[in-house]
């Protein structure tokens, strides 16, 4: 006996529910286990300590950890490469900054877009680098201290990831706008072993983020000679911009930000972007990012589109430079 059409209807309609059911309670169950972040460089390093903090804060909304994996090797690509191969599922993601998503495009034969393959989360923090020192140098200054390194070209030692990434690009800029000529020191594993070298004067100098050299430099086991910003640093008002010391215009913004592979659900990105947001808005994680020299975006400038938009524009502003330049990874 056929079914009336009303009951039919109703059946085939629970049954599509039925079916149903799963994907949407997977769906609303994101994240439903632990999250990978991807952190490109060695641990210690200033990314590390970054999304350590950042992980911490973004447990609480999630509900789930956020475990970090140091993924390393030249300049951060083989780290980046990994995820922009891993499935867009939300379950990992990296912490990418200036140099994984924007200086390193000219300068590789990369195996991946850093556009096209990348779905932006949200941007966090950011700080300019530092020209540090090691104590042992007799220069009090910025000034003195490229004299120096004039009088004695091609002698002094800067640490640096190796091929190509922010340190490396720094270095070839303040060459450029020096006149000096100096070695580079590849430290493949990160600037946390960098620093440490510096620390024990097995180094010169070094071209770093805010966040590794600052602990240092409060320690008073490294000098400072300055900042590559137009303001000084809100947590070390002592060490002048490069403008007063005597470079002006040698200005270079390190900044970090949440990335998820291309293709990644829209609720998922969502809920990683209230995730960030929450994380940075906490009081705890403030404090221990401005004690490491980290400048946190306005939150207005911490949405998915703002990201896009931002890593556009410093694509736009660098790559022309460094292919002017010819700067390629060693």
Do not use: C
């Not at 447990?59 to 690509?77: D, K, M, W, Y």
């Not at 912490?95 to 877009?113: E, I």
């Amino acid at each position: 006996m056929s079914l009336p059409r009303r009951t039919f209807l109703q059946l085939a309609t629970g049954a599509a529910a039925l079916l149903a059911a799963p994907w949407t309670a997977r769906a609303q169950a994101y994240p439903s286990r632990p999250i990978a972040m991807v952190v490109a460089f060695g641990p210690g390093g200033p990314s590390d300590v970054i999304a350590r903090i950042l992980a911490e804060g973004m447990r609480v909304s999630l509900g789930q950890p956020v475990v970090i994996e140091n993924i390393t090797g030249a300049s951060g690509t083989i780290g980046v490469g990994r995820v922009a191969r891993a499935a867009p599922d939300g379950y990992t993601l990296v912490l990418g900054n200036w140099a994984t998503h924007v200086l390193n495009g000219p300068m590789f034969s990369l195996q991946y877009d850093l556009v096209n393959d990348f779905e932006p989360v949200g941007l966090v923090s950011s700080d300019p680098l530092m020209i540090v020192g090691k104590n042992a140098l007799a220069a009090k200054n910025l000034t003195e201290f490229v004299a120096w390194l004039k009088a004695n070209p091609d002698q002094a030692t800067q640490g640096t990831t190796g091929a190509g990434g922010i340190s490396t690009v720094g270095g070839l800029f303040f060459q450029r706008a020096t006149g000096t000529r100096f070695r580079f020191v590849p430290y493949r594993v990160g600037l946390a072993a960098a620093m440490q070298d510096l620390v024990a004067g097995q180094i010169d100098f070094m071209i770093d983020t805010a966040a590794n050299s600052l602990p240092q430099v409060r320690a008073g086991t490294i000098k400072a000679f300055a900042v590559t910003a137009k303001t000084r640093l809100s947590q070390a008002p002592d060490i002048p911009t490069v403008d007063e010391a005597g470079l002006p215009g040698l200005y270079a913004l390190n900044w970090q930000a949440v990335f998820l592979p291309k293709g990644a659900p829209k609720d998922v990105v969502a809920r990683l972007n209230t995730a960030v947001m929450a994380a940075l808005a906490d009081a705890s994680v403030q404090k221990r990012l401005a004690g490491i020299g980290q400048e946190i975006f306005p939150r207005d400038q911490q949405m998915p589109e703002a990201l896009a938009a931002f890593q556009k524009s410093e694509i736009e502003k660098w790559w022309p430079i460094i292919k002017a330049a010819n700067i390629k990874a060693e």
